[in-house]
């Protein structure tokens, strides 16, 4: 059973720091692209971040770059997303994403991350 279950959001203030976590089961993890999307309210959903199998990573929110990392431990099967000096504008339901070497896609539930004072 493929399971991605995030973690790790909440409120915070602007200018605060989060690190999502997406724990992965059920799949080839290592062999695997991995992705954070989020959705803001009323927005269409969007790519944030991703990590390829074999380490190298883009940040595809121009807003984000400079300040969100993604990262991920292969021997923890999990996936991160570090968000350094949040903005309200980052206010979304963050959700993981994985792709694997056969095409198959899978997704986490969500997890929501408000900046707000």
């Known amino acids: 059973q493929v399971q991605l279950v995030e973690s790790g959001g909440g409120l915070v203030q602007p200018g605060g720091s989060l690190r999502l976590s997406c724990a992965a089961s059920?799949?080839?993890?290592?062999?695997?692209?991995m992705s954070w999307y989020r959705q803001a309210p009323g927005k269409e959903r969007e790519l944030v971040a991703t990590?390829?199998?074999?380490?190298?990573?883009?940040i595809d929110v121009t807003s984000a770059k400079g300040r969100f990392t993604i990262s991920r431990d292969n021997a923890k099967n999990t996936v991160y997303l570090q968000m350094l000096s949040l903005k309200p504008e980052d206010t979304a339901v963050y959700s993981c994403?994985?792709?694997?070497?056969?095409?198959?896609?899978?997704w986490g539930q969500g997890t929501q991350v408000t900046v707000s004072s």
């Open positions: 994403n994985a792709r694997t070497l056969w095409g198959f896609v899978y």
């Open positions: 059920g799949f080839r993890f290592a062999d695997s692209a």
């Open positions: 990590i390829s199998s074999t380490g190298s990573s883009t």
